[in-house]
């Protein structure tokens, strides 16, 4: 059976995908809920040697910051275990400037550092030479649409927010199907 591992499993988005993940084997991380399956300080690597044994694919949902150093213990704990997964890592739009408008960060007020650090935390990732997607939303609960539309990276993204109910069911069906292995896709409102 396939194990999923779902970092920040204290997110509303995680909780979301964490239930409709049926047919497979979910665990859950968090940094901040000590009732989760796996807790500790997200920023060392000795965290997560036990959270990743047997995964087969993980879930990032870390939001805020520090989310570079928090991908660095994970795949430092991979690299220790001579494991190899398939990463599933939300990010944000705006991260190259590729948003056609203005796009505010809920709860960040260093936006530059912030998305340096989104940017240093998909280089993570990408260089881990293991297969990977990176899903960059845009979400708003109150103003967000039920409909997605997928935009490839180096692409114009307008500011079309979509629903965090939308963006999960976008993240399953990528755990469950992989249909953009090694792609990084922006995901939006039609």
């Not at 509303?12 to 940094?31: D, I, N």
């Not at 990408?126 to 979400?139: K, S």
Request: hydrophobic share 40%; glycine share 8%.
């Amino acid at each position: 059976m396939t194990k999923c591992l779902i970092l920040g499993s204290d997110q509303p988005v995680a909780q979301l995908v964490a239930k409709q993940l049926t047919g497979m084997e979910v665990a859950g991380f968090s940094e901040v809920d000590k009732n989760a399956d796996f807790y500790g300080d997200a920023r060392k690597a000795a965290t997560y040697m036990e959270a990743v044994k047997g995964v087969d694919v993980i879930y990032s949902d870390f939001v805020g910051m520090d989310v570079d150093w928090k991908l660095e213990a994970v795949f430092t704990a991979l690299r220790k275990q001579q494991q190899t997964v398939r990463t599933v890592m939300r990010s944000v739009a705006g991260i190259d400037q590729e948003v056609d408008g203005p796009l505010t960060y809920s709860g960040i007020t260093d936006v530059k550092e912030f998305l340096k650090q989104q940017r240093y935390g998909i280089k993570i990732v990408d260089e881990a030479e293991m297969p990977y997607t990176v899903l960059r939303p845009i979400i708003n609960d109150e103003t967000g649409s039920n409909q997605v539309q997928l935009i490839n990276e180096g692409q114009p993204v307008p500011v079309k927010p979509v629903s965090a109910a939308a963006f999960a069911q976008v993240v399953v069906d990528e755990i469950q199907n992989g249909a953009h292995v090694n792609q990084s896709i922006a995901v939006i409102g039609q």
